[in-house]
């Protein structure tokens, strides 16, 4: 029998492999994120930085695919799903959009009533937006937010792929 912490190992394991999927591109993280069903342990979507059109992050392109699948609006996604789910994601959701998007968070918070836990591989680094208030507006929310370590510099070395080196690299890791 797997360990609880073994168990987030592998889903994080899974989110890496979907980030390297994404584009490499100077003005964005490469990102993977899964949606698993807390109760039975089954991924019910997952996706990657860029994978749906627009300028998609990860946790969007989860969202995206679920309402999908249940041939509804992300908006409504909370009225045909239930039961309590987590998230995870390579990187800690963003709190804000240079592109006018709905920042991850805000997707989160919408979802609250079933995703109830969030597990990140590394908090997102200033490069962007500078420091990311997140964890806290999800956690004062009754989220769980919970860093998977194990993977950090990996997940570093896969989300920068294509900035500019001269960039912070924000590998400091602060929960």
């Known amino acids: 029998m797997e360990s609880d912490e073994d168990r987030h190992l592998i889903a994080m394991r899974h989110a890496l492999s979907l980030a390297e999927k994404s584009p490499p591109k100077p003005s964005n993280f490469r990102v993977g994120a899964i949606i698993v069903d807390i109760a039975t342990n089954d991924i019910v979507a997952e996706g990657y930085t860029l994978e749906c059109p627009g300028n998609t992050h990860a946790e969007q392109c989860c969202f995206t695919k679920l309402a999908e699948k249940h041939k509804t ?96 690299s924000g590998t400091e890791i602060r929960i």
């Not at 992300?74 to 995870?88: C, D, F, G, K, R």
Request: with cysteine; aromatic share 6%; proline share 8%.
């Open 73 to 168: 609006s992300e908006a409504n996604l909370a009225s045909a799903i239930t039961q309590p789910h987590a998230l995870y994601t390579t990187m800690e959701p963003c709190f804000k959009r240079l592109s006018g998007n709905l920042p991850c968070v805000e997707r989160i918070l919408q979802q609250s009533s079933w995703i109830t836990e969030v597990y990140v591989g590394v908090l997102e680094p200033e490069t962007f937006v500078g420091p990311n208030p997140g964890r806290k507006m999800l956690e004062d929310h009754n989220v769980k937010v919970t860093l998977v370590p194990g993977l950090q510099d990996r997940i570093l070395q896969v989300a920068t792929a294509g900035h500019n080196p001269s960039r912070k």
